[in-house]
């Protein structure tokens, strides 16, 4: 038992590239959500996920996009990163109106 | 515009010594409030309150929620080194679609 896992770990990117960050849990939640983490700025919800094949903006979602296609996998995908998306990215899945689990982040600098 | 606001934003002490973290909130259609811990990585969860004036106690850990003052505080007594983390507070909110909100965090640090 896994719990939530987060791939990457750590990337750099340049100005423009595209790139996705993967998330999976195997605890059969129905939902998942994207946060990014900056100093002074707490968690910050980008977008999230109430089940299968359903995806929501969040606080912050301009200049990213997600997919549920699979009940335990939720991507995030950014299409042409910029530098103010350097920031560390947590994933978090939770069943319906309970407590989070956070998977460990991934810290994505853009150059 | 739903908000979460923690009090201090940081907090040295030395060990040994009782420390209490504020969270206070405004957000509508509240459902629970939830305590984490921030060491290196992830957040790890402490304690999910939704019932105004009982406390919920973990070891040295204990938590309450006031409904009426809109605020939670959380404590912890005979600190140790180990407890130094970023405390974080968030709110669960059943506006439209069920999310959370987060404060900025509480920064403790123990010494030895």
């Known amino acids: 038992n896994a719990g939530v896992t987060q791939t990457p770990k750590f990337r750099v990117l340049k100005t423009g590239q595209s790139m996705t960050l993967l998330c999976a849990q195997d605890?059969?939640?129905?939902?998942m959500y994207w946060y990014r983490q900056d100093p002074g700025m707490g968690l910050r919800l980008i977008h999230y996920?109430?089940?299968?094949?359903?995806?929501a903006k969040g606080e912050v979602p301009d200049g990213y996009n997600v997919s549920r296609l699979k009940k335990q996998n939720f991507l995030l995908g950014l299409e042409s990163a910029a530098p103010s998306q350097t920031s560390v990215y947590f994933c978090?899945?939770?069943?319906?109106?309970?407590?989070?689990?956070f998977g460990p982040g991934t810290r994505l600098l853009v150059l | 515009e739903d908000k979460v606001v923690q009090s201090p934003l940081s907090l040295v002490v030395h060990e040994g010594d009782t420390v209490t973290l504020n969270c206070s909130y405004e957000?509508?259609?509240?459902?629970?409030l939830l305590w984490y811990k921030q060491e290196k990585k992830a957040p790890t969860f402490l304690f999910m309150l939704?019932?105004?004036?009982i406390e919920k106690k973990s070891g040295r850990l204990s938590s309450i929620l006031d409904k009426k003052e809109l605020s939670s505080i959380l404590n912890i007594t005979a600190t140790q080194t180990g407890d130094s983390a970023i405390y974080l507070c968030?709110?669960?909110?059943?506006?439209?679609?069920?999310?959370?909100?987060f404060g900025t965090g509480t920064r403790l640090k123990v010494l030895a």
């Open positions: 978090a899945s939770s069943r319906q109106q309970e407590t989070q689990y």
């Open positions: 605890m059969n939640h129905e939902y």
């Open positions: 996920s109430v089940g299968e094949g359903t995806t």
């Open positions: 957000v509508t259609n509240f459902r629970s």
């Open positions: 939704t019932s105004s004036g």
């Open positions: 968030a709110v669960a909110s059943t506006s439209g679609t069920y999310k959370y909100i």
